[in-house]
């Protein structure tokens, strides 16, 4: 097969033995690759009965077509599982290196069943699997590990995928990082690793891709190049990343503040992506093959680090009442080199801070730590505990939602979580599209299964076109955001199934389903038309949803915290707006039941 | 990483005589003499020279208009004509033979890279 590595690693752990088998042309054609490929394996291979950090679970990675390829912006690999932190479908993408190195291999899924008896890594190969026992990694931390692996094999050319100290004590929302700093942050994968006893995935291949038609390829690649270096955002996307949401959000009054009590942070300039660009960073980095780079590499107080993403720099400065940049900086690092998902840290923090100053939660419910907002000694202090699940650390492992069923409804209800997963940095009272996203997506509360930024671009007419009304386009209406919700779930999957970033891919509207159509054609061979990559992914989200009901998901389930629903907020450009759920559902439904 | 044009040109010194400098200093290949018996890959201190599919891979300059220049849009990588053999590897040498390609150019990058560090340290402190 073209594009593909046409190729299947099974790897069982328990008995430490691996099988290669054909990657079937029929079985992938309705998928692609990526994040579709990987949930429909799932559904086939897990019973779901079997315990998420259990022998049974099934941990996937997977790659697409296009992966490794020229396509710029197109080195992520997606990894899934059942979630040990909603114990629903889980899955969690990164770029970086791993993805193309991964693809190399010659293998487009690497699917991992059973438990080790002691820790291990796999190194993965053209070959197939080494089985590589490694007690002396236990407790190392990411970029330790990458190294000793990489000094071990006399070879710098792996890339390492792996899980520190988080990880290694099954906390749920631990992740997985690759290329030092590349975060599988959501759902818990890294657990999923930890329960196997798996320190780490390393891959070395050395196999090309093939295509089906390299010019017409190129082609294609060069018109997806130029529409990201003419893109009016390029510029400031790649001085600032992610981070320039900080002051973006804060201009429409959305974002989040000591844990969504406010949408306006007085000291955002303290803690803007733009002050991050003019003191700490000092060079950009890119994802293999992307023309963005825009990664932030930073030097501060003696620590040397990538990143922060916007939602790890939102998650410890304004959501807990924090105008200290440095000690974002060093959270990010931490937070990567245990391996654990900044979102789920930050939820749990910003939630106690606000317990305790509304006397919900009590010090003494915590082990005696008094936590006020912006109280980065005791933040530092947690995060420890958490990591190591020592005192009460154990119990706050288990996650925000877990921990609050200890406390008063009113305590549980201030957890921002959809399905037991942790909100992101985006208050959705001030853009609605994101909030029916936050109800309705398949991992739990999370805006990448549609990511619909478009209702922030203000492109009135190209939302009249696209979705009925211009309404798509004005964050703070309800109306055309089914329909945007929709559209933008299937662009999604699409860049999921590429395995191309949501930033380039969907946020900077590079791709569609056409030029995707005509990419994928000459990559693979395989004929595919715009309606039927919509038909295809609009099936696959139907998958999702078909695996979450088996894990007992219901529609009761598509909800959002009270706050959002029934609080406005009291300053700003979102000042009284609240989200109208249940008329963007019900839209949503009928759409989906066409 | 790419071939530096190093003044040492360890590898030219290939048992079947498939390696010669070409007039802007950039090491050219012979397909036909090439055996990949991987002398030069042993030789190069810092990893520049690979076999791949059957013949030695370094870079030629592209013909003296390096096509990865204007390709990279942050401006790090300048292609100086007539500057070649002025980049001395000696100092990477001893003790080289027994590293992978690989590790080669990791240990070449951390060392240029530390005085990049240092001087970031440097600024904020």
């Known amino acids: ?594 | 990483m790419v071939c530096q044009q190093c003044a040492e040109r360890y590898c030219v010194a290939c048992p079947e005589n498939a390696l010669v400098l070409g007039p802007l200093g950039q090491v050219v290949v012979s397909p036909t003499l090439c055996s990949e018996c991987g002398a030069c890959t042993r030789s190069c201190p810092i990893g520049a020279i690979e076999p791949v599919d059957g013949i030695a891979y370094v870079c030629d300059l592209c013909g003296g208009d390096p096509r990865c220049v204007p390709a990279c849009t942050q401006g790090a990588i300048s292609f100086a004509s007539g500057a070649a053999g002025t980049v001395e590897l000696a100092a990477f040498k001893p003790g080289s033979e027994r590293l992978a390609p690989s590790h080669k150019r990791a240990v070449y990058v951390h060392a240029l890279g530390r005085a990049v560090r240092d001087g970031w340290q440097v600024a904020r402190d």
Not at chain 1, 216 to 238: M, N, S, W
Not at chain 1, 488 to 516: F, P, Q, R
């Open chain 1, 1 to 594: 097969m073209y594009g593909y590595g046409g190729r299947v690693l099974r790897v069982d752990v328990t008995s430490r033995r691996f099988e290669i088998e054909p990657l079937d042309p029929r079985w992938i054609k309705d998928v692609v690759g990526g994040r579709a490929a990987n949930t429909k394996r799932l559904a086939e291979d897990l019973d779901t009965a079997s315990d998420p950090m259990g022998p049974g679970n099934v941990l996937i990675f997977g790659v697409g077509p296009l992966t490794g390829t020229l396509l710029p912006a197109s080195a992520y690999y997606t990894v899934t599982a059942r979630s040990p932190l909603t114990g629903i479908l889980g899955d969690s993408a990164a770029g970086g290196h791993f993805g193309p190195e991964m693809k190399l291999t010659g293998f487009d899924q690497i699917v991992i069943t059973g438990c080790a008896d002691a820790l291990v890594y796999l190194l993965v190969t053209e070959d197939g699997v080494t089985f590589v026992p490694c007690p002396e990694l236990a407790g190392r931390n990411v970029i330790d590990t990458t190294a000793a692996i990489r000094e071990a094999h006399g070879d710098w050319d792996i890339q390492v995928a792996a899980i520190g100290i988080a990880g290694e004590n099954r906390v749920r929302f631990a992740a997985l990082v690759s290329s030092g700093n590349r975060v599988n942050g959501r759902a818990g994968m890294g657990a999923v690793m930890g329960s196997k006893n798996l320190k780490a995935i390393a891959v070395r291949g050395g196999r090309p891709v093939r295509l089906h038609d390299p010019l017409q390829f190129l082609d294609g690649v060069r018109k997806v190049h130029r529409a990201i270096l003419d893109h009016p955002e390029y510029e400031k996307r790649r001085r600032l990343g992610t981070t320039m949401l900080m002051r973006d959000l804060n201009r429409i009054g959305i974002l989040p503040t000591r844990h969504f009590q406010e949408g306006l942070c007085p000291y955002v300039e303290d803690v803007s992506g733009e002050q991050l660009a003019s003191t700490y960073k000092v060079k950009n980095k890119s994802c293999y093959n992307c023309h963005v780079h825009c990664s932030r590499y930073y030097v501060c107080d003696g620590i040397e680090a990538e990143g922060p993403e916007f939602e790890t720099l939102c998650g410890f400065t304004s959501r807990i009442g924090s105008r200290n940049l440095p000690f974002a900086l060093e959270m990010n690092r931490t937070l990567n080199q245990y391996g654990m998902d900044s979102l789920a840290v930050c939820e749990i923090v910003g939630w106690l801070m606000e317990c305790q100053e509304k006397g919900l939660v009590t010090p003494e419910d915590v082990d005696g730590l008094r936590v006020s907002w912006g109280d980065c000694e005791t933040v530092r202090r947690l995060v420890d505990l958490i990591a190591h699940r020592q005192g009460i650390g154990d119990a706050l492992a288990e996650g925000a939602t877990r921990f609050s069923r200890r406390f008063s409804a009113a305590a549980q209800k201030l957890v921002m979580q959809v399905k037991g997963m942790d909100i992101i940095c985006g208050d959705p009272r001030g853009i609605k599209a994101y909030g029916l996203t936050y109800a309705v997506a398949s991992r739990g509360a999370d805006h990448l299964r549609a990511e619909p930024y478009f209702e922030l671009t203000e492109r009135w007419e190209v939302a009249r076109q696209r979705f009925g009304t211009e309404k798509a386009a004005d964050r703070l209406a309800e109306e055309g955001k089914a329909a945007l919700v929709t559209y933008s779930e299937k662009i999604a999957l699409l860049t999921d199934s590429l395995t191309m970033c949501k930033n380039v891919g969907l946020c900077m509207d590079v791709i569609n389903l056409d030029s995707a159509a005509a990419l994928i054609g000459a990559a693979t061979g395989v004929r595919y038309t715009a309606d039927r990559l919509a038909v295809h992914f609009g099936d696959a989200v139907k998958r999702d949803l078909e695996l979450n009901r088996r894990f007992g998901v219901t529609k009761a389930d598509d909800t959002l915290p009270e706050r959002f629903l029934h609080e406005p907020l009291a300053e700003g450009p979102t000042r009284g707006s609240v989200v109208d759920l249940p008329r963007m559902l019900g839209e949503y439904y009928r759409l989906h039941a066409e």
